[in-house]
């Protein structure tokens, strides 16, 4: 029997009278790089937000790490690191004050042994007193995955994670999100719009398509079970074309 | 409390770089001063006029010694009092407002609502915050207000003056959390943040400025510049005989003063401060044993805006703001 991080049963949510999650159902076993793939507005976002508690479902129910994202949100929140798409701080704290405030947030009253860890892991040693507002996009996002691992969560969420990153900041993303998972066993899932990145990255991907998901299988059969296409973005558009018709 | 005493530290630090929290603090700390700086050198002009006329008489063989002019310096704080009474509830509106709007516009709340903290530790955080920064507002005004008496009008003060100082300045710490509070509770719960502050202001505008001057405006004593009673040569006890007659009326204006909470603050400021006749140099268990009912309306009217802030700032209403 597999360990499942992620599992949902017929999860939906609706905004007013918008149905944004049609009864999605999904597992996403311990250890995996899971990728949820989508056009803009087929409720990927949505899905991240009602997994990580944002977002209270309108049915169904999800369980993270676990616990119920309903009834026991506390520990769903206690399992979890999250990554906001655009992540955002306060640009007039530092980086250590910035990391310190949401490592006590998470529950670790003496943080800055573990922040110190965090730093290295993320190549930002030295810059423990530069103010946020000065950093790049690409560091940004790099703070972003800080203050999400620092309580060590068995699960992360990436909401759109390379957004707005130049090729090199991509790369420096992509290479820290395969570590986290080869090195430190987190599951990880992540939203995102680059098909090449999944490749890369992911070992079990799923297609969302208004609010349905319509495909979920692991990298390598997805690819094998279309052995006419040359690439995962054939494969995508031929799964959303299907649909369609 | 953990959470809670976190999340108020972030508050404070934020604040203590924030250029805006800075010039809206320094703007008020120089308009107070110079109102009690300009009394205070008012103050000692008078005195020093006073000891030199004395000093005269003396040198001119004269024994007598006129009757010393009535001056308190604790008057000289009136200025003071009602700066925080009106721009004082208007910045910490805007410091309300700010602490929970940032946190929207800056693109933090994602990540705050997506920690283990607890049900109230997000809110209390907020209000604990900015109750210690206008603890420590209040704090250096009243320094640099009890040092302009000192140093510039040369005034005396006693213990029990301090002690009074210290009583106004609870008093105005209390009645600027009630503000901040209040502007926390309404921004969480408007839709739009814009609306959490228009609304914030119209309360403002209808406690510290509208209410307050209707009750002024239908005060008959100030119908004339100087006081009615006064302009007409009018003594105390058949003034009291006068007003007898319009007891209702009297009732009615005092009951729209007392629905603004700010009427309460400068009653009470203004009475252990000795601004009022009534209660200038009265032992201070007797203003208090006058004043009590004031001070429990504004004790109760803050802890209601404290609680209110805290209740709907609630987990749902800040979600909202995301979706």
Redesign the interface.
Known sequence: MKNLAIATGNLSKS?GSKLALDALSLEVAAGEVFGLLGHNGAGKTTTV?VL?????PTHGNAEVAGHSVTADA??V??A?G?L?E????????TLM?NLR??A????L?RPDQRIGDVLRILDFEGQERQRLGSFSKGMRQRVGIA?AILHSPSVLFLDEPTSGLDPEGVRTLRETIVRLNSEFGMTIFMNTHLLSEVTKTCTSIGILRGGKLVHQDTLAQTLADFPGEDSLEQIYFQLESEQVS | MNSTWTIAQKELLDLRRDRLFGILIIFLAVATLISVGVAAASFRTELDAYNLYVQQLSASGSATVPAAPLLFPLQLLRGGVEYLEILGALFAIVLGYGTVAKEKYRGTLQLLLSRPVGRFAIPAGKVLGLAVVWLVVVALLTVMTTAAILVIGNAPLQGIDIARILIAALIAWVYLVFWSSLAIGVTALSHRLSTGLIVSIVVWLAFVLIIPQIGDTMDPDNQVPGGLFATLNILKADELKVLANFAGFDGIRNGIEVSSVTKHFERLSFAFLGVKDKYNQLPIGLVWLDMWGYAITLAAATLASVTFAVGVTSRRNLQRKIS
């Open positions: 905004y937000n990580t508690t944002l977002l209270e506390m520990a929140r206690r979890i999250y906001p655009n992540v955002q701080f306060y640009d007039s704290l004050e405030f949401f006590q947030l998470s529950g009253s203050q």
